[in-house]
């Protein structure tokens, strides 16, 4: 079975720094995707991490540890546009689609 | 704009009702899935589709009809639906790579936003 873990809600200020974690139970694992999904819209693609370590791509940083069964997304600078719900899902080894976490609720206030 | 529309984008249906949801990807991609998106529950998979085959089923209720005619598009037939079935519809698609574990992202619509009455 599977079973990812992810907190709720968290609220930050505009300018600062957040991590948001995922915790995760996969047999078959096979890599670590995050999605960011503003309301009413489509979940878009922001990482994915198949081996250990930090992945960067501009204001956002994927982390991951296999061993762990633990990732987090770090979120710099943050901007009031990044108000939104954060998706970690997983890929398994001989499943075609991924499983998600319930998703993290980010609010950016001034 | 990920190149996966649907329609509608808003729905209101009463329970003896039958409708019909609409994906087309324009990503080339081989691979098309429905989720259900209920409010503070993770994204449930529905339906998985690899070269217009369904290869996924994931104990949907037979309410709940898919349609692949080409790689292209995606149907998600409605009839007899209960309340607890509004959600927001989400449709996706992918690359998949055929006989390897290799895992491609994951392209997502809009979503229908579905309400049973």
């Known amino acids: 079975g599977q079973n990812i873990d992810q907190p709720t809600e968290m609220t930050a200020t505009e300018g600062a720094i957040v991590q948001i974690n995922c915790t995760y139970q996969?047999?078959?694992?096979?890599?670590l995707f995050w999605y960011q999904q503003h309301a009413g819209e489509a979940p878009t693609f922001l990482s994915y991490?198949?081996?250990?370590g930090l992945e960067e791509k501009g204001r956002f940083s994927s982390f991951l540890s296999r061993s762990k069964g633990y990732s987090y997304l770090l979120l710099k600078e943050l901007q009031m546009k990044d108000s939104a719900s954060y998706l970690c899902?997983?890929?398994?080894?001989?499943?075609?689609?991924?499983?998600f976490g319930s998703g993290t609720r980010l609010q950016v206030q001034p | 704009e990920t190149g996966v529309t649907q329609t509608p984008r808003h729905l209101v249906m009463g329970m003896t009702n039958k409708k019909s949801l609409k994906c087309e990807q324009h990503?080339?991609?081989?691979?098309m899935y429905w989720y259900k998106q209920s409010a503070k529950k993770p994204l449930e998979l529905m339906f998985v589709?690899?070269?217009?085959?369904?290869?996924e089923n994931n104990s949907v209720p037979s309410r709940f009809s898919p349609e692949c005619p080409n790689s292209s598009h995606l149907f998600l037939h409605l009839h007899t639906l209960q309340p607890e079935d509004s959600a927001l519809y989400l449709c996706?698609?992918?690359?998949?790579?055929?006989?390897?574990?290799?895992?491609?992202?994951?392209?997502f619509g809009p979503g229908t936003r579905l309400t049973v009455l």
């Open positions: 996706a698609s992918s690359q998949a790579i055929h006989g390897t574990d290799s895992y491609n992202e994951q392209f």
């Open positions: 996969t047999s078959g694992f096979n890599g």
């Open positions: 991490n198949v081996l250990d």
């Open positions: 899902a997983v890929s398994a080894r001989g499943r075609r689609a991924l499983t």
């Open positions: 990503l080339g991609h081989n691979a």
């Open positions: 589709y690899s070269l217009e085959e369904r290869v």
